[in-house]
């Protein structure tokens, strides 16, 4: 298994915003063609302009097909073209995770 993690750092005041189109409208479009969420975060402390989505894939090729998958979905091309009008956010990080032989998530 992988898992991407990204983080998504938001001007000042826009997160909620942000925040409220993504589970009404982002999360079912992401959930169809991604398929396995692990995790959606906020940040406490440190930057707390941060939102962190995790998500489990088989292989990175599992991974690109699915991606691919949503980004040729209108319905998530309307979103996304949405989400980048509204100027919220500031920067995007993305990295992937390869758990170790020990690690709890392949139990």
């Not at 402390?45 to 941060?50: D, E, L, R, S, V």
């Not at 309307?78 to 990080?93: N, R, T």
């Amino acid at each position: 298994m992988f898992v991407e993690h990204r983080t998504y750092t938001f001007k000042p005041g826009t997160m909620a915003r942000w925040l409220k189109k993504y589970e009404s409208e982002g999360l079912a479009l992401q959930k169809k063609h991604l398929g396995r969420p692990l995790g959606f975060f906020t940040t406490e402390f440190g930057n707390i302009h941060q939102v962190i989505l995790m998500w489990g894939f088989d292989s990175l090729d599992d991974r690109d097909r699915r991606r691919a998958a949503m980004n040729a979905d209108p319905a998530w091309q309307k979103y996304i073209g949405e989400i980048w009008e509204m100027g919220a956010i500031e920067s995007q990080e993305n990295r992937i995770l390869k758990p170790t032989a020990f690690s709890p998530a392949l139990a």
